[in-house]
């Protein structure tokens, strides 16, 4: 069973930056890949981002572009989301999410899920 813990989120002012971090664990494929999504109060889970084992796939969402950045340490088994300027509209919970070595965007091409983690922008 793959497990992922997400970590690194908090209260930051708008205009301010935040690093997430996801550590995959348990079974995970020899090779995946790691996508961010994040749910607002009231809202639908939606997709901020997704990065391969490779790194030659890297998607953001036209919302984030610009302002935050994907990454990987495989080393570490470890993926980042560093995540600058940010807005009120950016507060959400933030989950990571695994599955195959693909620039999949869907919340449904994904098996694997961590339990998120909660990102307050005050104005």
């Known amino acids: 069973q793959v497990q992922l813990v997400e970590s690194g989120g908090g209260l930051v002012q708008a205009g301010g930056s935040l690093t997430l971090s996801c550590a995959p664990t348990?079974?995970?494929?020899?090779?995946?890949?790691i996508g961010w999504f994040r749910q607002a109060p009231g809202k639908e889970r939606e997709f901020v981002a997704v990065?391969?084992?490779?790194?030659?796939?890297?998607y953001y969402a036209d919302t984030v572009k610009g302002r935050f950045t994907i990454s990987r340490d495989n080393a570490k088994n470890t993926v980042y989301l560093q995540m600058s300027t940010l807005k009120p509209d950016c507060t959400a919970d933030y989950y990571c999410?695994?599955?195959?070595?693909?620039?999949?965007?869907?919340?449904?091409?994904?098996?694997?899920w961590g339990q998120g983690t909660q990102v307050t922008v005050s104005s």
């Open positions: 348990g079974r995970t494929f020899s090779t995946y890949a």
């Open positions: 990065i391969s084992y490779s790194r030659a796939i890297i």
């Open positions: 999410a695994t599955g195959l070595d693909t620039g999949r965007t869907r919340r449904n091409d994904y098996p694997y």
